[in-house]
């Protein structure tokens, strides 16, 4: 059982170190994205439009990529 431990302690130490990819939620209906293809891409899926948002509108997100909402 240790060594199973011993093994799979660095496996979990890299996954948390592995940037996150796709569309993250963030809060209150606001998301972020990689780019804007991505963004336009999620929204569309369910049919709804996108606005994009600026970072002033999520001061407390720091982050890169795009702020948007599916409205």
């Known amino acids: 059982m240790r060594r199973l431990l011993t093994a799979l302690l660095p496996i979990a130490l890299a996954a948390c170190a592995v940037p996150q990819t796709g569309v993250v939620r963030l ?28 970072q002033a509108d999520a001061p407390t997100t720091p982050g890169q990529g795009v702020l948007f909402r599916c409205d």
Not at 36 to 49: T, V
């Open 27 to 54: 809060n209150d209906g606001i998301f972020r994205a990689a780019g804007p293809q991505e963004a336009e891409a999620y929204c569309r899926k369910d049919g709804n439009p996108i606005r994009f948002l600026e």
